[in-house]
C-alpha cells in the first residue's frame, strides 16, 4: 500500500478489495471469541486493519504523523508551515496533506522512511502482542481518533495500547529523522536560492 502512494495512487483503493476480506473476517473472528469469553490476550487474531490503524500507520498511511512532528521544527519557512498546518488533521490520521505537499509522492529521499517504518513498527506491535505486553484488538475503533485514544478503544481498555502507540510515533520519528533533515536542507537550499534570485 505504501509502494503505492509513492507513486501517487490511492494504495488502499489497490489493495483494500484483495486485503479487506480478510481484515474483515479477523477482526470478526476476534469480536466472536471474545463475547464468547475468551479474554484478550486469547484471541486468534493479532493482525488486523485496527491493528494496522493503531500500530502502524499512525497518523496515516506511513507513520506520517511523526514527519509531521518534524517538519513543524523544520528550518524550511514551508516544511515547518506544512507541518504545522498538517499537525491536527494528522493527528487524526488525515495525511493527504504532508504527501501530497511534501510530497511524498515520488520523492526519493521520504519514499524510503514512509516505506521502511511501517515495517519496523509491525515488528515491533506483533512481538509486544504476541507476547501478551499489550491486549490483542478486538473493537473497531473510528479510524479518525488520535492514535492513542483509537488503541485505548480498539484493544478493549487497554491502557499499554496507548503507551505502545506512543512509543511507535517516537520509533517512527527515529527511522524518519535522518531522512528528513537531508530533505530539508535541500528544501531550506532551494529558498535561499530564491531569496537570492529576489
Known sequence: ??????????????????????????????LEAFTNG?????????????????????????????LVVLMMFSKSTYLKSLGRLSFLPGLFNINEPVIFGVPIVLNPILMIPFIFAPMVLATIAWFATKLGLVSEVVFTAPWTLPGPIGAFMATGGDWRAAVLNIVLI???????????????????????GKQ???
Open 1 to 30: 500500500i505504501c509502494f503505492f502512494w509513492v507513486l501517487g495512487i490511492h494504495g488502499p483503493a489497490i489493495m483494500g478489495p484483495v486485503i479487506r476480506p480478510f481484515w474483515d473476517m479477523s477482526i470478526a473472528e476476534n
Open 38 to 66: 475468551a479474554n484478550v490476550h486469547q484471541l486468534p487474531n493479532i493482525f488486523t486493519e485496527q491493528f494496522l490503524q493503531w500500530f502502524i500507520w499512525i497518523g496515516g498511511a506511513g507513520t506520517t504523523l511523526s
Open 170 to 192: 517516537l520509533v517512527a520519528i527515529l527511522i524518519y529523522y535522518p531522512f528528513f533533515v537531508a530533505y530539508d536542507k535541500n528544501e531550506l537550499a532551494k529558498e535561499q
Open 196 to 198: 537570492i534570485e529576489e
